[in-house]
């Protein structure tokens, strides 16, 4: 999945909005953040080889193409004024993908890389994280975890 905002020109009168296309299509998933310093941010996801070429498409393409999914979902009066991208795909620790589970991995694998190397190194992460693994919510959870397992040490 691959994350894109784009900043749209006018106000939504809504302040949380959610799509989900029933076809996993370019711009088939968005969602709107608040921003109390400007107009309201857009996320809009496309996975795979929809995100793979988002990844590489120039940013007036990009505008060009998710402007008329945002105004048959916000209006026809929107404009979108930005566009980001991330670089997911190429990124090397990364290469577009989660943490998974190689055949003969599992959870223990996991709550080993919990384990803190000496009394110095704590890791943590949607990789490290056995509740909800390979989401942000485990990364979370995995970060509450270390930091608990750290300040335990540090209390002695």
């Known amino acids: 999945t691959e994350i894109y905002t784009l900043s749209l020109h006018d106000a939504l009168p809504i302040s949380f909005y959610q799509y989900l296309s029933a076809a996993p299509e370019l711009w088939s998933q968005w ?3 608040p921003s109390a310093a400007g107009p309201p941010i857009v996320l809009a996801f ?3 080889e929809h995100g793979r070429f988002v990844e590489s498409a120039s940013p007036p393409d990009l505008i060009a193409g998710a402007l008329p999914v945002a105004r048959r979902l916000f209006g026809s009066d929107v404009s979108l004024t930005e566009v980001r991208t991330s670089n997911w795909a190429t990124d090397p620790y990364a290469l577009g993908a989660y943490s ?3 055949p003969g991995s599992g959870l223990d694998d996991r709550r080993r890389l919990q384990q803190p190397i000496g009394d110095r190194l ?3 992460g949607e990789a490290v994280g ?3 693994p390979a989401t942000v919510t485990g990364a979370v959870s995995s970060g509450r975890y270390a ?3 750290l300040m335990q040490r540090l209390r002695g």
């Open 31 to 33: 969602f709107t953040l």
């Open 46 to 48: 496309n996975a795979g």
């Open 100 to 102: 998974f589970h190689t």
């Open 122 to 124: 704590f890791l943590a």
């Open 130 to 132: 056995v509740n909800n």
């Open 147 to 149: 930091a608990g397992q």
